[in-house]
């Protein structure tokens, strides 16, 4: 069987989805926190010192992966919303409401960061910056997203409003990417560039990359872990959940 003779429409059913999550989320459990591991270990053993930054720049090793992390999360989020939309299906609403939540904990991870590193390098914790300004609205959105699908009783319903906030939200990711290249910024411009040589030293490069990818596996794990969560709750009367082995123990 090749990839293409699959039919991955199937697994747009919670019910087959179910199980497939359940198979997948340990395994990048497992290799988020390899990777975490290792890239600290780069970031805060082997990386070089910064020549003006001294020992506090380390903080980016955090910092940086968490605003790509936040920002890749809600744009997810926006993608899932777009199928909801378009194809009426049930497993978009739950993975966006799945994914939610960790988009919420790197974005305040991203301020939260940002400020450790803004005090000894602007003498502030806090700067009403283009940047800064507009990764905080994205934490809002997350917050507000999360609120307004609890307070609706009806799945369906609450589906359809998170799909609202998250399309309409989304024009703020490419606000945040851009600002300092929009506005004159105190934030610094991008270190890692698609066009241009990275501005760094490679071992430092190779710690952040290395986050990212532990960041990234963290978020599939949690949201596999979570969207099962949320299929189990949402499909409880069906029939296949009374028949799951776990539901008969």
């Not at 910092?63 to 790509?68: D, G, L, R």
């Not at 809600?74 to 799945?98: I, K, P, Q």
């Not at 700067?127 to 507000?144: H, K, M, N, Q």
Request: include cysteine; proline fraction near 5%; hydrophobic fraction near 55%.
């Amino acid at each position: 069987m090749t990839p293409s003779s699959i039919n991955w429409f199937k697994f747009a059913a919670p019910a087959r989805f179910y199980p497939l999550a359940g198979r997948l989320w340990p395994w990048f459990a497992a290799i988020g926190t390899l990777l975490g591991l290792v890239g600290l270990w780069i970031s805060f053993f082997v990386a070089p010192t910064d020549f003006q930054q001294g020992e506090g720049y380390r903080i980016i090793f955090i910092h940086v992966p968490a605003s790509w992390m936040s920002m890749f999360i809600y744009c997810v989020m926006a993608f899932y919303a777009l199928l909801g939309v378009t194809f009426n299906t049930r497993l978009a609403g739950m993975m966006s409401s799945a994914l939610a939540p960790t988009g919420a904990l790197f974005a305040f991870l991203s301020l939260w960061t940002g400020a450790l590193w803004g005090k000894p390098m602007w003498g502030t914790w806090w700067v009403w910056d283009a940047r800064l300004t507009s990764e905080l609205i994205l934490f809002f959105l997350y917050v507000g997203y999360i609120a307004l699908t609890a307070a609706i009783d009806d799945p369906r319903r609450a589906d359809k409003a998170g799909f609202i906030v998250s399309l309409v939200g989304v024009v703020n990711v490419p606000v945040i990417y851009f600002s300092v290249k929009w506005w004159n910024t105190l934030h610094q411009g991008a270190s890692v560039s698609l066009t241009k040589a990275p501005s760094m030293a490679t071992t430092m490069l190779l710690g952040m990359l290395i986050m990212a990818l532990a960041f990234w596996a963290y978020t599939i794990a949690m949201a596999l872990y979570r969207v099962r969560a949320i299929i189990l709750e949402r499909e409880r009367n069906a029939t296949w959940v009374a028949e799951l082995p776990e539901m008969k123990s």
